[in-house]
């Protein structure tokens, strides 16, 4: 027994060092003085965060990404949400058909579905670069919320629900005030989920920008292409900054036990 939790205490330091390593590096290359990127860094200084702002292309998609990335999961979680209690709360005809429908986006690699809505959205049907974007993230996202929403209300007792129409409630109150409030966790886990995978996509995207209108992910690899100073690597500092502080917020105001009922 000791031997077998030592090397499960050998296997998960191996795991943390393989995770926390490129991060600790990225980091450091960050905040050196030199104009290149290099590890372990050459003094320190925060000019390359502040390059950040001065880089205009940096401040205009990070912008676009997040209207994307927002309207996209408020669009996705109109859509997740009522396909999420359909396909938990009735057995109908052609329902796995439909679940497969709805988990086909992950299934199918990024590359050969953002081209595939390259060629109907944008090409076909001439669709706006931006409507166009903003539909291929409602879909690529669209099967995290159903998966996490329908694990949420697989712990939900319908009886419930069934109960208060009985009584005379409409079944669409019903839904709001009982069914929907009982997975509110669910729903917040999905929605974070969702809209990190919407700002962090590359293989869709890709595929769907256009002149005037990319996404931030995209403008890095960009300017990678061509510029080898610690900016990107700030940048990207600043990104896990943010997405550790918005995790903070719902830690502090939810709690994570919150997340497990």
Known sequence: ???????????????????????????????????????????????????????????????????????????????????????SRYNFKGKKIFQGIFISPVLVPGIVFGFTLLNFLIIKQEFPIFSSLLIGHTIIILPYIIRVISSSLENFDYSIEEAAISLGSHPLKTFFTIVLPNVTSGVIAAFILAFINSFNNVPISIFLIGPGISTLPIQMMSYVEYYFDPTVAALSVVLMIMTAVLMLIVEKTLGLSFFTK
């Open 1 to 87: 027994m000791k031997t077998k939790n030592k090397i499960l205490t050998i296997f998960t330091v191996f795991v943390y060092i393989f995770l926390l390593t490129p991060l600790i590096i990225i980091t450091g290359a960050a905040f050196g003085q030199d104009s290149f990127l290099r590890f372990p860094p050459k003094g320190f200084t925060v000019k390359w965060v502040e390059n950040i702002f001065q880089v205009e292309m940096f401040v205009r998609t990070f912008k676009i990404s997040l209207q994307v990335a927002v309207i996209g999961t408020c669009l996705a979680m109109l859509i997740g949400i009522p396909a999420a209690y359909a396909l």
